[in-house]
């Protein structure tokens, strides 16, 4: 019964991950039409309704008055992507900087 009980609450729990991690890809051709200097309300329309909560290693810290935000590249945990993100940071409401961050 303890086996079926973990084999249960590790099914659940997979799949709790992976739609968490679907609401927060955001497609590349919607990344790839992200420009530097556009403003927040441009961006919201493109990206999706939760940021990733994996932080890739080597992220750093967010400059003076910066902040960023991370979206996955995939939500199948066996992609090779599966750890990689995208970084985006703004400054004012205005984008000031997109990167493609892989370990």
Do not use: K
């Amino acid at each position: 019964m303890p086996l079926a009980g973990g084999a249960v609450l590790l099914a659940v729990v997979g799949t709790w991950e992976t739609v968490a991690a679907s609401r927060s890809v955001l497609d590349p051709r919607d990344y790839a039409r992200l420009r530097v200097g556009q403003d927040r309300t441009e961006l919201q329309e493109v990206l999706p309704e939760r940021q990733s909560v994996e932080r890739p290693a080597g992220a750093g810290p967010e400059g003076r008055g910066v902040t960023c935000a991370f979206y996955a590249m995939t939500a199948d945990r066996f992609d090779d992507r599966s750890e990689d993100a995208y970084r985006l940071c703004l400054r004012d409401g205005r984008l000031v900087s997109r990167d493609a961050l892989t370990p």
